[in-house]
């Protein structure tokens, strides 16, 4: 498709060789490409440097042979929660933007608790917005489905993306397209797709209990912190809005299941999967052991029994003492654990990967960023995107914060925590969906537990056999988004052991799935997963 795929399969190597992966924030990536690292980070001039640079003639207001002489005014939406310091964060990629292509943008959040309920209805409510966040999580599927995103064909994408065009990795695209057709620009970073989970050490071994290898080992550690009334924590776990990662780790991964669409359809790994291999989540047994599990951890004091409305952050719980556990990505973890070390060493956190024994997969991270059908200024938006992906001073800034205030780029080429660090940190919602290895820096004091985990992983990986498939829902929209409604008003709730029944819950549950029309839903992901595993 585009330039890159002469030598995707290079990159692929190096990628899987040099870089430590996360969903949204590492601390560490193994990259020892400094060559487009924040060691070159440009001055405040804005200017990028590197052999691919061009910078915006003065003369012409051209962008990569691109008129921007009319200044416009873009905006983006990604999804997170704010930082402190984010006016000065945004002030400075404006200022790279005005000088590159002549234009500023807005940044808006959509916060962590009320992305479920106001993603959809932003998109749907007519504001001219330019660039936002989606993902697999976050609705990438169901909105371009419905037409909310415009394509992005390989054209646009040399026209207004060129950096992009010139480096990223065709796999990254393949892995976001839907009937062929890519309706957002995805992040360009190997990732694992799996849960880690961060622990206060001192906790553990107040309680006897020894290193954890299993779920097993992380219920007895919870259960041991829910009974202690004077463990200094509120919860065991301060979990909110829902279980997702907590059915990631134990039922999804801990049964080897293998996702066709997030969230809804799997299948048991085997290396030649077959469409008749499909089967809807919520009807399996280990999902029903998974609720009555959580139900029990619940009804024990594990978390608050209406985690479901909690609007804290789960890492800003750990962060503040008020939760013994947080689950995330490895990169995530060892950023937080490095935080913790820094400001209660006495914690001694701790990370662990309980599912070492069974499969993990390697594939691109699939955060990125689309353009809505509302969009005023969709090329422009494109070039904006291009210099967030690739300009080292923008990406530096937006990823990591501004160099000398909140991190430190070493003579290395790694980085280290400033003063100020954590009114901005790495990896902020906003850079999730424009991670880039090559402009990526290893921090100089990687979390040991962080870097053993990886080693692990990256000689267990393997890949997906379905890792490119996408599930296309134009032809059943009207039951896709039905059943997406009845998912979200009864699977978070049994995911967190919030029922009184589970057993009636599941019932009620099968009956509106069924009126919502899953059975459609079925019949098209069973033909399509057929359809791609015939042309594979």
């Known amino acids: 498709m585009l330039k890159g795929k002469r030598f995707t399969a290079l990159v692929l190597t190096v990628i899987m060789v040099l870089t430590l992966c996360a969903c949204g924030n590492n601390a560490t990536n193994n990259n020892t490409n400094t060559g487009g690292s924040a060691a070159n980070t440009p001055t405040s001039s804005g200017s990028a440097t590197g052999d691919g640079d061009t910078a915006t003639s003065e003369a012409a207001k051209t962008y990569m042979g691109n008129d921007v002489s009319d200044h416009v005014d873009l905006t983006l939406y990604y999804v997170g929660n704010e930082y402190g310091d984010e006016d000065m964060i945004f002030e400075a990629i404006n200022k790279v933007m005005e000088e590159q292509i002549n234009a500023t943008i807005t940044f808006k959040a959509i916060s962590l608790s009320d992305y479920a309920t106001n993603y959809s209805l932003l998109l749907a409510g007519g504001e001219a917005i330019d660039l936002i966040y989606t993902s697999s999580w976050c609705y990438y599927v169901d909105e371009a489905g419905k037409g909310a995103f415009l394509e992005i064909t390989d054209d646009m994408i040399k026209q207004y993306m060129p950096q992009t065009y010139e480096t990223q990795a065709e796999a990254s695209y393949e892995q976001g397209m839907i009937d062929g057709k890519l309706y957002y620009m995805p992040a360009c970073k190997i990732g694992y797709g799996t849960d880690n989970v961060l622990i206060r050490g001192d906790l553990r071994q107040k309680y006897g209990l020894e290193p954890l290898e299993s779920i097993d080992d992380l219920y007895n550690y919870m259960a041991a912190v829910a009974a202690d009334p004077d463990s200094g924590v509120a919860y065991a776990y301060n979990a909110a809005l829902n279980g997702e990662s907590l059915q990631d780790m134990m039922c999804v991964v801990n049964n080897n299941m293998v996702s066709v669409q997030n969230n809804y359809f799997y299948y048991d790994y085997t290396e030649n999967p077959s469409a008749d291999d499909i089967f809807f989540l919520y009807e399996s047994d280990e999902f029903k052991d998974?609720?009555?599990?959580?139900?029990?951890?619940?009804?024990?004091?594990?978390?608050?029994?209406?985690?479901?409305?909690?609007?804290?952050?789960?890492?800003?719980?750990?962060?503040?003492?008020?939760?013994?556990?947080?689950?995330?990505?490895?990169?995530?973890?060892?950023?937080?654990?490095?935080?913790?070390?820094?400001?209660?060493?006495?914690?001694?956190?701790?990370?662990?990967?309980?599912?070492?024994?069974?499969?993990?997969?390697?594939?691109?991270?699939?955060?990125?960023?689309?353009?809505?059908?509302?969009?005023?200024?969709?090329?422009?938006?494109?070039?904006?995107?291009?210099?967030?992906?690739?300009?080292?001073?923008?990406?530096?800034?937006?990823?990591?914060?501004?160099?000398?205030?909140?991190?430190?780029?070493?003579?290395?080429?790694?980085?280290?925590?400033?003063?100020?660090?954590?009114?901005?940190?790495?990896?902020?919602?906003?850079?999730?969906?424009?991670?880039?290895?090559?402009?990526?820096?290893?921090?100089?004091?990687?979390?040991?537990?962080?870097?053993?985990i990886f080693d692990a992983l990256q000689t267990k990986a393997i890949t997906n056999p379905t890792v490119a498939f996408s599930f296309s829902t134009t032809d059943i929209a009207d039951s896709w988004a039905n059943l997406t409604e009845v998912y979200t008003n009864y699977i978070p709730v049994l995911q967190l052991g919030l029922v009184d029944d589970v057993d009636g819950w599941l019932d009620e549950f099968y009956r509106m799935a069924d009126a919502a029309g899953l059975e459609e839903v079925r019949a098209a992901i069973h033909d399509q997963v057929g359809s791609y595993i015939e042309s594979h």
């Open 290 to 452: 998974f609720a009555y599990k959580m139900k029990d951890w619940a009804s024990q004091g594990f978390w608050s029994l209406s985690a479901i409305n909690n609007q804290t952050d789960v890492k800003d719980s750990f962060l503040n003492g008020t939760s013994a556990v947080y689950i995330e990505n490895l990169g995530t973890c060892g950023n937080v654990a490095n935080s913790v070390k820094a400001s209660n060493p006495e914690w001694q956190p701790e990370i662990y990967y309980l599912n070492m024994d069974n499969v993990v997969f390697a594939q691109y991270d699939n955060d990125g960023y689309a353009i809505p059908y509302t969009s005023e200024n969709p090329e422009r938006a494109l070039m904006a995107l291009d210099i967030l992906k690739n300009n080292p001073e923008a990406y530096v800034t937006a990823r990591y914060g501004i160099d000398g205030y909140h991190i430190t780029v070493n003579d290395d080429g790694t980085w280290s925590q400033a003063a100020n660090y954590g009114t901005w940190s790495y990896g902020a919602a906003v850079s999730w969906g424009l991670k880039n290895t090559n402009l990526e820096m290893n921090q100089d004091n990687a979390f040991p537990d962080q870097l053993a």
